[in-house]
């Protein structure tokens, strides 16, 4: 298979160099610096174009050798959301052509865009460059519209529209699942022949099982508490509230859990979750579950390894994932997750064999999937047992040779 030499990665509103679990960083910011690394390994080398954040930042950054992070200045360096970046596409766009047009023609053999703006860059990039354009959308406005947690705000109709512009412009579509190649079709006409199902990936040697004991001591848990995860950006979207209801209501049906209690939140407000960043907590000390509750910022990897091998379930109750990247790491850890039957989670997880998928978003279904869980030790090591061989399926190197394929194919 003929390889491509260098490809012009583009995520306009967020960093690869970025801590996931805040802000707007997250599952893609993963996606980005795993598939970048790997691509290097295999004698690819990637540029990533994301637009600049701080005046402090230099122009290029090495993320690896062979992978250069770009920082490109479009408008404010802070006080923007997302919201505010299509104002800002034109002279993001201009940044990135300044720097191809540095370099004789056909510097970049291939253009990957992720999430709708950057598409909306690829597009054009596609047209002046005459190469291919391949496209992961990440998160889609209609699916999340469908799926909104009570009181947060819908996608903008511009967002939308955009998305459908890439979809048509895009030679090929990445969906991390079946369901999102499905949602592509039906809600955004895609040509089903340009539609590539290429499911994201875990580091296994990063996330693999380990001492609970161990990685308690390391946390500074007892020993013999009962520790439920939740990790990821704190916003109606992720659901945490789901969760700390769910507490709460096993403990009203089982008080004897209340002295061993603990649930990590690990995380940092994000989207409609900055307008109020104190709301969770304020919710557990109107739950009465304020002292149970440990607050604990985003971690790197390898300490994120630790809390997942630390509990003894991890929760994503979300109400939407394109695919569920906190679920499967969870796996490899050999914890299992119980999480909403939503979207990727329905691939990420095998209900039954690694973890729990729950209809809905009553806390009451949560309390009680989790309690059975608790109290069945024989059926949790199970799903633990079946937590880490799901997981050993979603590798960050099977995740790349498809994509290769994908590029080399165009």
């Known amino acids: ?34 598939v970048a690394k790997r691509l290097a390994e295999r004698g690819v080398e990637t540029d990533i174009f994301t637009r600049a954040t701080s005046s402090e930042a230099p122009p290029v950054v090495e993320l690896a050798p062979g992978v250069l992070v770009r920082y490109i200045t479009a408008g404010p360096f802070d006080g923007l959301d997302k919201n505010d970046l299509p104002a800002q596409l034109c002279a993001f766009t201009s940044g990135v052509m300044r720097e191809e047009a540095l370099h004789e023609p056909g510097w970049y053999d291939v253009v990957h865009s992720h999430y709708w703006l950057s598409g909306q860059v690829g597009w054009l990039a596609k047209e002046r460059w005459g ?63 340009r539609v590539v199902t290429v499911a994201p990936g875990v580091d296994l040697e990063v996330f693999t099982p380990g001492d609970r004991a161990a990685a308690r001591a390391r946390l500074g848990l007892p020993v013999d508490a009962v520790v439920l995860l939740f990790v990821g950006r704190i916003q109606p979207l992720k659901a945490p509230d789901v969760l700390l209801r769910a507490v709460a209501e096993l403990l009203e049906s089982d008080p004897a859990l209340r002295d061993r209690m603990i649930v990590a939140v690990v995380g940092g407000p994000s989207g409609s979750g900055l307008a109020e960043p104190e709301h969770l907590a304020k919710l557990a000390a109107v739950l009465g579950i304020a002292d149970l509750v440990n607050f604990e910022l985003p971690a790197p990897q390898p ?22 990247l906190v679920a499967v790491e969870s796996q490899a850890c050999g914890t299992p997750v119980v999480a909403a039957r939503v979207g990727g989670l329905r691939t990420a997880i095998a209900d039954g064999r690694s973890g729990v ?54």
């Open 1 to 34: 298979m003929a390889l491509p030499r260098r490809v012009a990665t583009l995520s306009v509103h967020t960093s690869p160099l970025d801590q996931p679990g805040c802000g707007d960083a997250g599952g893609l910011n993963v996606y980005v610096t795993e």
């Open 131 to 193: 190469v291919p354009l391949v496209h992961s959308m990440h998160t889609m406005a209609k699916v999340k519209n469908a799926s909104l947690a009570e009181g947060d705000h819908p996608e903008p109709h511009l967002r939308a529209i955009g998305e459908a512009q890439v979809v048509a412009a895009a030679d090929r579509l990445i969906a991390s699942t079946a369901d999102e190649a499905a949602e592509l079709v039906e809600l955004y006409d895609a040509d089903p022949e």
């Open 357 to 410: 998928l729950v209809d809905g978003h009553h806390p009451a279904d949560y309390a009680a999937a989790i309690g059975r869980l608790l109290h069945d030790d024989s059926f949790r090591r199970s799903l633990a047992d079946g937590a880490v061989d799901h997981a050993r399926g979603f590798g960050w190197p099977s995740t790349v040779e498809r994509l290769l394929e994908v590029y080399a194919a165009l």
């Open 303 to 324: 300490v994120l390894a630790d809390y997942y091998r630390a509990a003894d379930l991890t929760v994503v109750p979300s109400h939407t994932e394109s695919f569920g």
